[in-house]
């Protein structure tokens, strides 16, 4: 069922509760499950991560990845089952994760939701902006209310999460964003013109974040998926035809998966990752620009 317009939503997955390693099958048929185990940082031991979209999908696994890296992380959704379910079975983290319900379109919500996590936790390590939703539409569908929707959805709440977050981070001196786009608009994808301009838009403002930042110590920078196996993608459009048609572009022919996703994410927000600013950051196994 396609969401409501203004809708933060991502699809239920099931968490994984290992946080350490995962099994991972390919799409060949004839491929050998591989195990993908995190690479541990101990910088990121009892860091402040906040995390947008993080009750479901991509989200979700980047919940538990940071979670698995001894971090405190709160993370916002409005997946509301979803999201304490996930938060409940990962109490066994050093600290486990905290949902805290938030419509990112609402910004006077947002700003609230912020100023809640600073006067918990003090401040903000690591922003990671992930909450998107690829609605596909055609151009006659698209009316100025739905515009203004898909906007709010997809672009808005990064800048403004981001501004909140940074006021946090220069009263310390340090900080990291990700923000996350999308491979789609380098693909030219169908019936999702507002979805890839708000992704391609991202890219400019985590660029322009990163010079206007860098000097006060605070690193941004962009993840871009590729086409990541997720309940909700495998759901509602990737078919066995679309799924050929993703491996036969793709350099590597395996599937990239929420982990592959999670394990980039991680080393760009550790200390390993201290020179990385202002840049786009691919995990498509090599379906763009090869």
């Known amino acids: 069922m396609t969401p409501p317009d203004g809708a933060l939503h991502v699809s239920l997955s099931d968490p994984l509760q290992d946080n ?100 918990e936790a003090g401040g903000i390590d690591i922003l990671l ?22 906007m709010a959805v997809n672009l808005r709440h990064t800048y403004f999460c981001s501004q909140a977050a940074v006021a ?24 999702l013109s507002l979805y890839m301009m708000a992704k391609a838009a991202i890219e400019a403002m985590s660029r322009g974040l990163a010079r206007d930042l860098g000097a006060e110590n605070i690193r941004v920078n962009t993840v871009i998926p590729g086409a990541v196996r997720t309940p909700r993608q495998q759901a509602l459009w990737h078919t066995p035809e679309e ?21 980039l994410s991680l080393f760009l927000a550790s200390n390993n990752a201290r020179r990385c600013s202002g840049r786009e950051y691919f995990v498509d196994a090599g379906w763009y620009g090869a």
Not at 25 to 51: C, E, F, G, M, N
Not at 244 to 260: F, N, S, T
Request: glycine letters at 8%.
């Open 20 to 119: 350490h390693e995962f099994t991972m099958h390919d799409s060949t048929p004839d491929s050998t499950p591989a195990a993908l185990v995190y690479a541990t940082y101990p910088d990121l031991r009892d860091k402040r991560v906040v995390i947008t979209g993080g009750g479901t999908g991509i989200g979700s696994e980047l919940v538990t990845a940071f979670a698995g890296q001894g971090a405190q992380v709160w993370f916002l959704d409005i997946a509301k089952e979803a999201s304490t379910a996930l938060a409940d079975s990962l109490a066994g983290s050093a600290h486990k994760p905290r949902f805290l319900p938030c419509d990112l379109t609402d910004l006077d919500a947002l700003a609230a939701t912020f100023a809640a996590i600073e006067a």
């Open 243 to 263: 799924e050929a048609r993703i491996l036969a572009g793709q350099c590597l022919p395996q599937r990239v998966e929420m982990q592959d996703v999670a394990a």
């Open 168 to 191: 946090m981070m220069l009263r310390q001196g340090s900080g990291v964003i990700l923000n996350f786009g999308s491979i789609s608009w380098y693909l030219a994808s169908n019936q």
């Open 129 to 150: 902006n992930n909450a998107a939703n690829d609605d596909r539409h055609g151009i006659d569908d698209v009316t100025p209310d739905y515009w203004e929707s898909r």
